[in-house]
């Protein structure tokens, strides 16, 4: 069974430029979620993607979108980066309906 | 590697000794309950879960305690050892409309495991 795996580790890039982060779920599971997690803070809810649609969203701007595709895969992608959006992102695996998350090593994205 | 909790409460132990990390959740309609483990460079690591049916549950070397009249939660971990230093953190799933299961993180707690 493969776990959560997420691409690239870590990321540089400058205020206003886009940036496409990867995630594969675990094997057998149907639902990613994206996560936020600023420096000493606990990771915050972005959305959700079920058969390939959002399935649910947090409090982030339309700026913040992602893709799933139908291998469950998924792709976080930010527009307009700003500073505010360094942070190390988190992707969540999961089945569908199912209470337990199972989390990616993330990949910290630095904006300068 | 990734500095996780810079800022966070830290609990220092002494190896061998129990540890108790203590959450307070939000939502009152929240129906299950996790904590995590958060190493340096790492994600959120799964420990144990409890369901809002129970008041608490054991796996091995941890427990939790669930008190929904407070909305309070605690891990203890018998027999610290120096690889349970970490951030540890508990999560709410509070139901949603539309069926998606959201986690809301507290803020974490950092667990300081000296020999």
């Known amino acids: 069974e493969t776990g959560v795996t997420q691409s690239p580790t870590h990321l540089i890039k400058t205020r206003g430029q886009q940036v496409t982060l990867r995630c594969s779920s675990q094997s057998g599971h149907n639902t990613v979620s994206w996560y936020q997690q600023a420096l000493g803070q606990g990771p915050q809810f972005i959305f959700q993607?079920?058969?390939?649609?959002?399935?649910g969203r947090g409090n982030f701007p339309p700026r913040f979108s992602g893709l799933q595709f139908p291998n469950y895969s998924s792709e976080l992608n930010v527009n307009a980066l700003e500073l505010d959006d360094s942070a190390l992102y988190l992707c969540?695996?999961?089945?569908?309906?199912?209470?337990?998350?199972?989390f990616g090593p993330g990949t910290r994205l630095t904006v300068l | 590697g990734e500095n996780v909790g810079l800022h966070l409460p830290t609990l220092s132990v002494q190896e061998g000794d129990n540890s108790i990390i203590n959450c307070a959740y939000s939502n009152s309609a929240s129906d299950y309950f996790i904590w995590y483990k958060q190493e340096s460079g790492k994600g959120p690591q799964f420990i144990i879960d409890?369901?809002?049916?129970?008041d608490k549950r054991q796996g091995q070397r941890v427990t939790v305690l669930l008190n929904k009249t407070v909305k309070h939660l605690s891990l203890q971990i018998a027999a610290t050892q120096p690889g349970d230093s970490a951030v540890y953190f508990c999560a709410e799933n509070a139901p949603e409309g539309g069926g998606y299961n959201k986690l809301i993180f507290g803020a974490g707690t950092r667990l300081a495991v000296h020999p």
């Open positions: 993607y079920y058969r390939e649609e959002e399935n």
């Open positions: 409890i369901r809002s049916n129970m």
């Open positions: 969540a695996s999961s089945l569908y309906g199912a209470d337990e998350q199972f």
